[in-house]
């Protein structure tokens, strides 16, 4: 996916918050986006996800299903969090069964029923990740994700962002608190003064290995892991 001379202001005679912004970015790329409060980094992904266009310049090779869960998730909407969700997911021919792995892994399975509305801040951003990740993403785009959120789902989501970049798709996140600066191969952008400064992660050669351990010690031995940096996921 490729970025152009990309400009963009809000309005005909308004500052301009990006200018000629050039970037390249390859697929199964994760991309840490950090940057002061206002430098624009909302505004990059949402032009990266395509839900503003660039007032100049192109974007080109956008993968075509994109996942954004944007910083705030807007919870003033008249459904329980299953009708939103099956609604999302229909619109993006997948199964309902997505919603509910997802809801699992999230730790988030108990908020099924619950009327949007009354949702908390935490709780409308994990809703708001599952529906960005109910279709597998060639692009996801993650606006503040860790914000909020339950130490659980602050683990889990690195592996899952670890997920998407192995299947080739292109992960995005701005994150104020850092919590993709060790991630492994991650590039990171810094937005300032309308520009955009790459820091390219080195490529490492990754490998995946299995550990059986009893089931009793399995918390005990995946904290340890998690601890020293290791991203680890439970098949069982
Ligand atoms: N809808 C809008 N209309 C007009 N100006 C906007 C709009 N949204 C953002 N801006 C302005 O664009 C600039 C960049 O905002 P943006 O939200 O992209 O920054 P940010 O880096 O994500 O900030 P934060 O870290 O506080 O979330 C700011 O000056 C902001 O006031």
């Given at each position: 996916m490729r970025l152009s001379k990309v400009s963009f202001r809000y309005s005909r005679r308004g500052p301009w918050v990006l200018r000629d912004v050039e970037l390249a970015i390859r697929p199964g790329s994760v991309v840490e986006v950090t940057g002061r409060n206002g430098a624009g980094k909302s505004t990059l992904l949402r032009l990266l996800a395509g839900i503003v266009p660039p007032s100049?310049?192109?974007?080109s090779e956008r993968p075509r299903v994109v996942g954004y869960a944007p910083d705030v998730f807007p919870v003033d909407q008249p459904f329980t969090v299953t009708a939103y969700l099956t609604h999302m997911a229909r619109i993006r021919g997948v199964s309902p069964g997505a919603m509910e792995r997802l809801a699992e892994r999230l730790d988030a399975a108990h908020l099924l029923e619950q009327p949007l509305g009354d949702l908390s801040k935490g709780s409308a951003q994990k809703i708001g990740l599952i529906q960005s990740l109910l279709a597998p993403p060639g692009l996801?785009?993650?606006d503040e994700p860790f914000a909020g959120l339950d130490a659980h789902t602050r683990t889990e989501l690195p592996v899952i962002i670890g997920e998407v970049a192995a299947a080739g798709g292109i992960v995005v996140v701005s994150d104020h608190?850092?919590?993709l600066e060790n991630?492994?191969?991650a590039d990171h952008w810094?937005?300032?003064?309308g520009t955009v400064a790459v820091e390219a992660g080195e490529r490492l050669r990754q490998a995946v290995i299995e550990v059986l351990v009893d089931a009793e010690h399995a918390d005990e031995v995946e904290q340890k892991l998690r601890a020293d940096g290791y991203t680890t996921r439970r098949t069982a």
């Open positions: 100049k310049g192109s974007i996801l785009i993650l608190q850092n919590q991630f492994p191969g810094l937005v300032a003064g």
